[in-house]
């Protein structure tokens, strides 16, 4: 497979000096009792190891015991897992443990959980193990999700087309639904099991009614039936005006008793379809969407009566704080606490709040949400995009991890030093009764699925932040690249590193000193500081950059718009000095004058050229590391990514010249040493 369509599931043959140690330890499959996930668990064992041994294991059910043995169940599908030594109670409804034993004189390994689908997600353990180079025999390995709800979150409209998608259309092909089953929707559920995504949302949040209608229920219905044996709950995007907009009614008001009854029925004949439903995500009142502010209702009656319409069948609901639209004196970063604090404490009990990671728009950089710390009775769900709406899509190389880790360490000193996202995510600052996490995805229907195999990546650790937010992105960029391309050590070290600064390089190059939203309009792909005539005050980058003659940056202190307030006051010291501050975040909290003094005793003007210049010149090193990788990879992924590391190379280009040549004339000055004013 050349094409990327196996993404980390590649289960290449093994090397020679390492297969028969692997054989000895793989000689037989001992299964016991057989549901739907374990014969998933049985499939993908035998399907991995034909591949990596070229030749079958052979399965067994139960009966004795023999060198090279793997155990694979719970201790109700296969009873010999009681009696081995593996402490499963504490792992939990989805852990695992995955053991080297010996049990009576026999050298076993056992793959073993409470339930089934633990089983199935240590089989990938398993998997992810032998593929990553470990030691056959020696293996200790036990995890369990520290987040209940992992969810990807697809922006998937009923046309096939995909909002910020960039990689070709929905892979839901809603004309053949629900008859016709593409082998596509089963690998997907195999990836998302692989890395322990245990919940999908299928439609765009800017949700289409219909999504509600018989016909798209059934279709869901039958993604739900493939999903199951792979713990992959189905959850959709309502929009919140559905009744009305489908003609069944003549308002949508939450208060409405009639509107309150529809959703009723609504929800029954949701769980009649698929009884394991997992819930309603919804965007209201935001861009334009309908909400319950259309009928002077609050967020909270509106997220409480559809959660009232979920509660009798044991489903959620996740109302978005994606908001912002006051009016154009307030700053866009505070409008989401401003409008959800008042409401703190009087949502339902099945309703969970899911906020982006930074305050404005998944920007290459932002600080926290300062809703992390500041929301304390309602459950967050934390939401990241995957797809690269803002980071070059689908041809720059950035990879997301440290972006992810960056915000989930940070410490929100909410309750004491330690309150980092990360613990408030986990449910451990304020312990509420459902965590969870989310994330925009970058799937679509392109042969290796995210329009790029370093975009797979993307995808990859997401999924496993979510089952384990305090994991390293270095440690899981080392295991992606080993399952991806090979285990050669310096391969694998070399493009590591590349992998680990490829963020700060585009955030160098595109937006660097804490600006932020400097996109083009409406796709976002490319430079635009100068826009300043869209609609809303909010959109332009003008309104962020807030570049003048004398300076630049957006002041966010008690002289601003002090957003900083919102922040606890550990925080608010770490940003409020600009000359002591981490200089990533300058502009994003202080105006300063074009001459403002630098740690490194350079100017403002000089540092942000020379940060644009660091951008692009680490773009062209990218270029010779992947060119000395040559050996180590197929000639079509190698291809594409020589290509598309071109395209990023020629585009930092342009962002670092159109930036500075706007920057220059505004400010008035010429372009520091060394730049060329653009033809
Ligand atoms: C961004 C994105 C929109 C999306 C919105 C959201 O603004 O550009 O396409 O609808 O986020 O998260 O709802």
């Given at each position: 497979d050349e094409d990327g369509y196996d993404l980390w599931l590649r289960y290449l043959p093994l090397a020679q000096t390492r297969l028969k140690d692997v054989e000895d330890c793989v000689r037989a499959f001992v299964f016991g009792a057989e549901n739907p996930t374990l014969t998933v668990a049985r499939d993908e064992l035998e399907r991995a190891f034909f591949a990596m041994l070229v030749k079958c294991v052979p399965v067994r059910e139960g009966g004795g015991i023999s060198d090279g043995a793997v155990l694979v169940g719970t201790p109700d599908s296969l009873p010999v897992i009681a009696d081995l030594d593996l402490s499963l109670p504490e792992l939990g409804k989805e852990g695992y443990r995955v053991r080297s034993l010996i049990h009576e004189g026999k050298r076993v390994t056992a793959i073993a959980a409470n339930t089934d689908i633990g089983v199935l997600y240590g089989c990938f353990a398993f998997l992810r193990h032998i593929q990553t180079g470990g030691d056959p025999a020696r293996i200790d390995i036990s995890s369990a999700p520290k987040v209940e709800l992992r969810l990807l979150n697809h922006w998937d409209n009923l046309d096939g087309s995909v909002e910020r998608g960039y990689a070709g259309f929905s892979i839901w092909d809603w004309w053949t639904l629900p008859d016709y089953v593409n082998r596509r929707y089963i690998d997907y559920a195999r990836a998302n099991a692989s890395i322990g995504i245990n919940g999908t949302v299928l439609n765009n949040v800017n949700a289409a009614p219909e999504i509600l209608t018989e016909a798209y229920l059934a279709k869901a219905a039958r993604l739900a039936d493939i999903f199951r044996p792979y713990g992959l709950k189905v959850f959709l995007s309502v929009n919140f005006a559905s009744p009305s907009a489908l003609g069944e009614t003549a308002t949508s008001d939450p208060a409405d008793p009639a509107v309150q009854a529809w959703w009723k029925d609504k929800a029954s004949e949701v769980y009649r379809w698929i009884p394991d439903f997992g819930g309603f995500l919804v965007k209201a009142n935001s861009e334009g969407q309908p909400g319950p502010g259309d009928y002077d209702r609050s967020h909270a009656d509106g997220a409480n009566m559809l959660a009232d319409a979920l509660a009798p069948h044991g489903g959620i609901l996740i109302w978005r704080a994606f908001v912002y639209a006051s009016d154009a004196g307030t700053d866009r970063a505070t409008e989401a606490l401003n409008e959800f604090k008042p409401l703190d404490g009087t949502f339902r009990n099945n309703v969970l709040l899911q906020v982006k990671n930074g305050p404005i728009d998944f920007q290459p950089r932002e600080p926290f949400s300062p809703i992390f710390g500041q929301i304390t009775k309602t459950p967050l769900v934390m939401e990241f995009q995957i797809t690269k709406e803002y980071l070059g899509q689908a041809t720059h190389l950035a990879y997301l991890g440290p972006v992810f880790e960056e915000v989930l360490k940070f410490d929100t000193h909410a309750r004491g030093p330690g309150s980092t996202v990360s613990e408030i995510v986990k449910g451990k600052t304020f312990p509420h009764p459902v965590t969870g996490i989310a994330a925009v995805a970058n799937i679509g229907t392109d042969r290796d699925w995210t329009g790029g195999t370093f975009n797979q990546a993307n995808w990859y650790v997401f999924g496993r932040m979510a089952w384990d937010p305090d994991e390293t992105a270095a440690a899981i960029a080392e295991d992606w690249v080993k399952m991806t391309f090979t285990c050669e050590p310096g391969f694998v070290s070399t493009v590591v590193e590349m992998m680990m600064r490829s963020p700060e390089t585009l955030v160098n190059y595109m937006m660097p000193f804490g600006l932020h939203h400097q996109v083009a309009t409406g796709h976002h792909y490319g430079p635009g500081p100068w826009v300043s005539e869209l609609d809303r005050p909010e959109w332009n980058p003008t309104y962020y950059n807030r570049a003048d003659k004398d300076g630049i940056g957006f002041n966010r202190l008690a002289d601003g718009s002090n957003a900083i307030a919102q922040?606890?006051?550990?925080?608010?010291?770490?940003?409020?000095?600009?000359?002591?501050?981490?200089?990533?975040?300058?502009?994003?909290?202080?105006?300063?004058?074009?001459?403002?003094?630098?740690?490194?005793?350079?100017?403002?003007?000089?540092?942000?050229?020379?940060?644009?210049?660091?951008?692009v010149a680490e773009t062209a090193r990218m270029i010779d590391i992947w060119d000395q990788q040559r050996a180590h990879v197929d000639g079509q992924r190698f291809a594409q990514i020589r290509t598309f590391l071109e395209i990023q190379h020629r585009e930092a280009q342009w962002w670092r010249d159109a930036c500075l040549a706007y920057f220059s004339a505004v400010a008035q000055r010429p372009l520091p040493e060394g730049h060329k004013q653009p033809a």
């Open positions: 922040y606890s006051p550990e925080v608010q010291a770490l940003f409020a000095d600009p000359h002591a501050l981490d200089e990533r975040y300058l502009l994003w909290f202080h105006h300063v004058s074009w001459d403002f003094p630098l740690s490194s005793g350079k100017t403002l003007w000089q540092g942000l050229a020379e940060r644009y210049d660091a951008g």
